[in-house]
């Protein structure tokens, strides 16, 4: 690790550093308690209540400094009742603030057939409630962005009315867009199938993006890399949505074969780099700052989950310096005399470049840990909340 322990040009390193340094990465909630699989649930000391989901993304933040907010889902973390005043304070004491707000549309009996698109209109009220209440918590938390996710739709042909069901949707987002404050924003996510495996009310990105427009200006676009067929062209999706203005952000995470809610990049770190590549062109060649809420839609039933996240969050900031360094007027110079293998190679440049030590370089500048997984493993809170969770994971193994 002499003098030349990075083969980032030295006149980049700044701008790779002052790219991370706007370059935040929200947490779920979710990915700190115990998940599964349909099959089972393999339990971990993992966190049960909102305040340990707090504590748990504290960690993450502590070590990386890149992840100031955790999305909150309302069912789970903030049920009626809850005073607004009680999440601040455990985002004083554990140094994250809550970011996106999930309304659960998707868990209870009365939600068998649907939600928003329910045919029976007490059910598509009952559901317009829930979201609306979700966008007041939203306010009073300070929230921008509220991120709904439908699993609505159906499982066998001739069973549901798709226009219909087109049009109820539609209404259902346009009184939540009337609802959000000034600053906030809409996002919707989309899906193809899963659980609905005939069809799926918000299919693809062009559904989300008409039901995005019809319900009003603050309504965007959220991608979740995972909700894709195989072989889908997502980084097309992404400059499409750029350049229409529609694109609100990312759930990120990786997959093999459907909605696997891998590590991001373990799978296809190439893609992930694509991704910021159409955005940071889009940057360079508009001059404008984009405004994406990047965030983390993943879930671990075998990975110890907080050292999971920090390994996202390093993956994350990996593939997105290796984007900030790709030489756009050379990319666009070689597009332009229609130099094939030398626009592809300048791709490949940027990629196949070790950022580790200039990553390494700006955690030291901002009082990081040059290894932020090291210190977590170091730091004795893994050993802490096993001992403090560990009654808890035994009594629920008995019986599982
Ligand atoms: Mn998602």
């Not at 309504?219 to 980084?235: C, K, M, P, S």
Request: hydrophobic share 40%.
């Amino acid at each position: 690790m002499a003098t030349h322990a990075s083969n980032v040009p030295s006149d980049a390193t700044d701008l790779v550093s002052r790219a991370l340094d706007d370059f935040r990465i929200e947490l779920p909630s979710w990915a700190f308690a115990d998940t599964g699989t349909r099959f089972g649930k393999f339990l971990q000391p993992a966190a049960k209540t909102i305040e340990e989901k707090f504590s748990d993304a504290g960690q993450v933040n502590l070590f990386t400094g890149a992840c100031p907010t955790i999305a909150l889902h309302v069912l789970w973390d903030v049920p009626e009742g809850t005073k607004a005043a009680d999440i601040e304070k455990l985002a004083g004491r554990y140094g994250v603030r809550p970011g996106s707000i999930s309304p659960n549309v998707f868990q209870d009996q009365v939600y068998k057939h649907g939600s928003l698109c329910n045919e029976q209109e007490s059910i598509r009220k009952q559901a317009l409630d829930h979201i609306l209440y979700s966008v007041r918590i939203a306010q009073e938390l300070g929230s921008r962005d509220v991120t709904p996710w439908f699993a609505d739709g159906s499982n066998y042909p001739g069973t549901a009315n798709i226009r219909a069901r087109k049009r109820w949707m539609g209404e259902g987002l346009k009184r939540t867009h009337d609802a959000l404050g000034e600053n906030q924003r809409l996002l919707v996510e989309y899906k193809p199938f899963e659980p609905a495996f005939y069809h799926t009310d918000i299919a693809d990105w062009g559904m989300a993006f008409i039901l995005a427009r019809y319900a009003g200006p603050k309504a965007r676009v959220l991608v979740d890399t995972g909700h894709h067929y195989q072989a889908q062209n997502i980084e097309q999706i992404v400059a499409w949505l750029l350049d229409e203005d529609m694109l609100g952000g990312f759930h990120f995470n990786d997959r093999r074969y459907a909605d696997d809610d891998l590590t991001l990049g373990s799978i296809d770190p190439y893609q992930v780099f694509r991704i910021f590549a159409e955005i940071r062109c889009y940057e360079w060649e508009t001059g404008r700052r984009t405004d994406i809420a990047y965030m983390v839609d993943q879930s671990h039933n075998l990975k110890g989950k907080i050292e999971e996240m920090i390994q996202t969050v390093m993956a994350a900031q990996e593939l997105y310096a290796k984007a900030v360094l790709i030489d756009f007027p050379a990319l666009a110079k070689a597009r332009q005399e229609q130099k094939l293998i030398d626009a592809e190679n300048i791709y490949k440049d940027a990629f196949s470049t070790d950022v580790r030590p200039v990553l390494r370089e700006w955690r030291r500048s901002k009082g990081l840990a040059e290894d932020p997984l090291a210190a977590f493993r170091s730091s004795g809170y893994w050993e802490r909340i096993t001992r403090e969770r560990a009654g808890r994971v035994a009594a629920a193994s008995s019986y599982a």
